[in-house]
């Protein structure tokens, strides 16, 4: 694990941080709000090429500690397919986060995390109707982790090498509705306390 680095800026907030889903780019079957933090899946989801995937409209800021978004579940739809993580620019839009490489996920429908698999592996509990899952990209130490309803789940993947990634949610079955909050909104997740712990950790370290 790395040490954080005292220089490293401590904030979540950046004028060049994702603010909204890139439209121009996303996989088949999604319907994207006016607001373009909210989505529909009204496609077939009966192959594993038709995931409507969509990622921010920028890349998250490399030069900041750590990124972090969430997605509220307002309809499971279907079959609950619905998947948070983080991708790289080379990602297929036709697949859900984590099955490709350069991209993590998280899915509700069995709470398994993705890493270049379709398989996965065991992780965390499901999520549905309701819910509101995070996803924390941590480029002090090199990890990505996830929550649920304001909890902390157990890091999800470590040694994630830092490079250009997007913000990146996945739906895959009829009717499934989430919106996004990329931070204009309070968190459910105490993000403010995690910072607050990491400054403490970084003073520490300054001192020793």
């Not at 490293?8 to 994702?18: D, E, K, M, R």
């Not at 439209?23 to 709000?33: D, S, V």
């Not at 619905?82 to 991209?103: N, V, Y």
Request: net charge neutral; glycine share 12%.
């Amino acid at each position: 694990m790395l040490g954080l680095q005292p220089t490293v800026q401590l904030s979540h907030a950046a004028a060049a941080a994702p603010d909204a889903f890139n439209t121009a780019q996303h996989g088949p079957g999604l319907e994207i709000g006016k607001d373009k933090l909210s989505l529909r899946y009204v496609g077939d989801g009966r192959h594993d090429n038709d995931v409507g995937s969509i990622q921010g409209n920028r890349a998250v800021p490399t030069q900041q500690l750590l990124y972090y978004f969430e997605l509220t579940v307002v309809d499971q739809g279907e079959l609950g397919r619905i998947a948070i993580g983080f991708s790289d620019k080379s990602f297929k839009l036709t697949r859900q986060p984590g099955w490709e490489s350069g991209s993590y996920g998280y899915h509700g429908d069995d709470g398994r995390k993705f890493h270049h698999s379709e398989k996965g592996e065991e992780y965390g509990p499901k999520y549905s109707t309701g819910d509101t899952v995070g996803a924390c990209l941590h480029f002090g130490r090199q990890e990505v982790f996830f929550t649920k309803n304001g909890t902390r789940l157990k890091t999800a993947f470590r040694n994630v090498r830092p490079q250009q990634m997007y913000p990146t949610v996945g739906l895959h079955s009829k009717n499934e509705q989430v919106v996004v909050n990329f931070g204009a909104s309070p968190f459910r997740f105490d993000l403010e306390g995690l910072l607050a712990d990491e400054r403490e950790q970084q003073a520490a370290a300054v001192q020793r």
